[in-house]
Each structure stands twice: as C-alpha cells, then as structure tokens.
C-alpha cells in the first residue's frame, strides 16, 4: 500500500474538535463532514486538499472526544493517509476502524513541510520526502491491519471474512 501525495502540515494536540467542529456531529454523512474537515484550524484546508494528499501533524493528534466523525472527516476530504509524531489511542484506533491509514515518525514529521510532496509504502514502514529526497523510516503496519485497510475498514473486513467463512464452509459439505 503506497500513498502519495502533497502535505498539509499542522502542529501539535489537534483535537477532534478541530479536526470536525461539535456543529456538524448531526451527520454522519462523509461527504458532509469533508465539507467541515479542519474548517476552525484552516478555513482553506477543504479547498486546498486533493485526493490522495498526506496529513502531517505534530503531536497527540487526535486528542479529544473518541468521536469517529473525525477520521471519517479526514477520508472522506481526500487524505490518503495521516503522519504524526504520535496519536491518541483512541483516534488511533477510530481511523483504523474507518481504514484511514496513520503513521508514527517523529523524523518524518520533522523532515517534511508543507507543500513537500510525500510517498508512504505502509508495509514497508518508508516514507519519502520526494521534494527533499530524503526517506524515513517508520514501523511498518502489521499485516492484518494492512488487510483491514484494503478492505476499507473494519467492518469491510470482517464481511469480507464472514463472506470467505460462508463460502468455505458451503464447499466443505
């Protein structure tokens, strides 16, 4: 899995608050939320987003409320992926469920700025500063999470492997 793409760079405890302002939790409509995504922290950051663009944020991103709203905000607006120095667990854990995927690099973060362009091999565990040709190196995701973002999420996973048990055991009779 390899995302690539221009950064948007913030600084540290961005809260899921920021991340989607407490007004628009009445939906849950992704397309809706994108809309809102990091309005109060960067009013052009929607406009200025491109699909497949990377987040690189300091600090405890994610802090907060354990609202999913948040990373569903963030995918939905078009970033392929977020890189951190670190993340709230449960944000963590949220952008995991929704198949966003993260990464933990203090020196990637440390590295790259805004505008930089950005390539992350998630099973590899490298990220690449194209813009400064410089790479670093992250722990790559284990392979069931890399599976759990193929599928999409959570969810698309287990269905898919609900599908495959259905169908094994059919063939098993």
């Given at each position: 899995m390899i995302f690539k793409g221009k950064a948007h760079k913030y600084y540290d405890n961005i809260d899921t608050d920021v991340i989607i302002p407490a007004r628009y939790l009445n939906t849950s409509d992704p397309a809706e939320l994108a809309k809102h995504c990091l309005e109060d922290l960067d009013k052009e950051f929607v406009n200025k987003v491109k699909k497949g663009d990377i987040l690189v944020a300091g600090r405890n991103f994610g802090c907060g409320s354990s609202r999913e709203h948040a990373p569903i905000a963030i995918k939905a607006c078009g970033v392929s992926c977020v890189i951190a120095k670190s993340f709230a667990r449960i944000f963590y854990r949220n952008a995991i469920n929704i198949g966003l995927p993260i990464v933990e690099c203090e020196e990637a973060v440390?590295?790259?700025?805004?505008?930089?362009?950005?390539?992350?091999?998630?099973?590899?565990?490298?990220?690449?500063?194209?813009?400064?040709?410089?790479?670093?190196?992250?722990?790559?995701?284990?392979e069931f999470m890399q599976n759990i973002m193929k599928a999409g999420g959570l969810i698309e996973f287990v269905k898919g492997e609900l599908k495959k048990d259905a169908w094994d055991s059919c063939n098993s009779w």
């Open positions: 440390d590295g790259i700025e805004a505008g930089d362009e950005v390539e992350v091999d998630l099973v590899k565990g490298i990220i690449k500063n194209l813009t400064k040709n410089k790479e670093f190196k992250a722990k790559p995701f284990p």
